[in-house]
């Protein structure tokens, strides 16, 4: 390749998880143009050691601050010059920072917003995995990033099919679209009854038919409120209203959305379920590199199929339609009611059919207010969080 390009540095913050590991992959295989210079992780620091020891990065970063130690000796014990941090500042600091020209954005939730914001507001490419943070505070970060020239790239597939399918015309190619139509899997449960659903699982909600993903993203698929998430980080990220956006379940997740422009045309973007993808497309743009995910052989998949989602199953997605056409705080409390009553399923301390129950609470309890700073947004993320934290403990399985 050209040796005029500059190494692109590139900051993966969440790097233990699941979109962690595929963008690990795909800038393993393009040494010569990319490396990750700064890892971050939760709290698992010896899978933080293990990704330091293969990778070689400048810095990494351990969330919780007890971790610490463990980091910065495990680093010296095996001789790496990798430096150690902890905390969320020191987050923070280095997605802002001159040690990386790249953020990945893969944190899970509401967790995620302050490094997201900082990479924002320090220009970076920003590959955005973390959803939670445009639904909490979608606004604020889309200004802020256009206000210091950030390129956002989403890396959620659907609205990675929609980024292609825009980009594929000219830079005003936001000005012919009808309508946007995001395709969902369906999850697990798809096509069972509301009370089939009362009794299911954390294993049972985990095991996405076509996905591998971390377990919240996989509770938030079986329940549908991924997808309603989706529709609001569409709303964010394209500046299109809801009204225009619809949502279509596709079993085979081939297709993996649609843009419908003014002239009859419908564009989608299609390919196996892998994030490696979306995640080159993000680090390659608006260069096509190896992602080391096959073409699609569609004569071998067979057939594409298409229905509507079961709103009555699955409420969550209607609850999010909701919380967006409410606007202000709503999605905010929205987001955070959902963060906790899916770690409460995970962890077996409420059923299923709580999870919708428990956010429909928290919507219908908490006056909706004006979000136009962040201060208002966290408060309403934090109101939230406390209402369904307490909602749970009164009222254990609910
Ligand atoms: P995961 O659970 O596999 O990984 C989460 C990562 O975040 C881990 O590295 C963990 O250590 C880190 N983390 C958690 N809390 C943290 C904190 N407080 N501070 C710093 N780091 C913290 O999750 P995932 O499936 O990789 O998803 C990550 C994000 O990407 C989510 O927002 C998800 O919705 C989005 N996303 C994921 C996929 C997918 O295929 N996995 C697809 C689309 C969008
Ligand atoms: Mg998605």
Known sequence: MDSHIPLRKVAILGATGSIGASTLDVIARHPAQMRASVLAAGRDVQALLELCRRHQ???AVIADPAGFVALRDGLRDAGLKTQAHAGAEAIDSLAGSDQCDTVVAAIVGAAGLSSTLAAARAGKRLLLA?????????????REAAAAGAEIIPIDSEHNAIFQCLRSRDAR??????????TAS???FRGRRREQLASVTPAQAVAHPKWSMGPKISVDSATLMNKGLEVIEAHHLFNIPGARIEVLVHPQSLVHSLVEFIDGSTLAQMGLPDMRTTLAVGLGWPQRIESGVAGLDLLSQGRLDFEAPDLEAFPCLRLAWQAMEAGGSAPAILNAANEVAVSAFLQGRIGFLSIPALVEHALSTLPGAPADTLQALLAADAQSRQLTETAIAHSPHV
């Open 186 to 188: 369906g999850g697990p």
């Open 130 to 142: 973390n959803k939670e943070s445009l639904v909490l505070a979608g606004e604020l970060l889309t």
């Open 57 to 59: 990065p400048d810095h």
């Open 173 to 182: 190619a936001e000005a012919g679209v009808r309508r946007i139509i995001l």
